[in-house]
């Protein structure tokens, strides 16, 4: 999925996903929810 898609699905701006892609930005919960429902995924978080 391109950017701009991925940007219109989630609502995260097209510098936030470059942000995140590039390693220069530290995604909080809510955007990690965001990304996994645009992508059609489920964000599971657990600590082993």
Do not use: Y
Request: hydrophobic share 40%; glycine share 8%.
């Amino acid at each position: 999925m391109i950017e701009k898609q991925l940007s219109e699905k989630t609502g995260i701006t097209l510098a936030n996903i470059s942000r995140l892609e590039n390693g220069t930005a530290n995604p909080s919960i809510k955007t990690l929810q965001r990304l996994a429902e645009g992508l059609g995924k489920t964000l599971v978080i657990e600590f082993k």
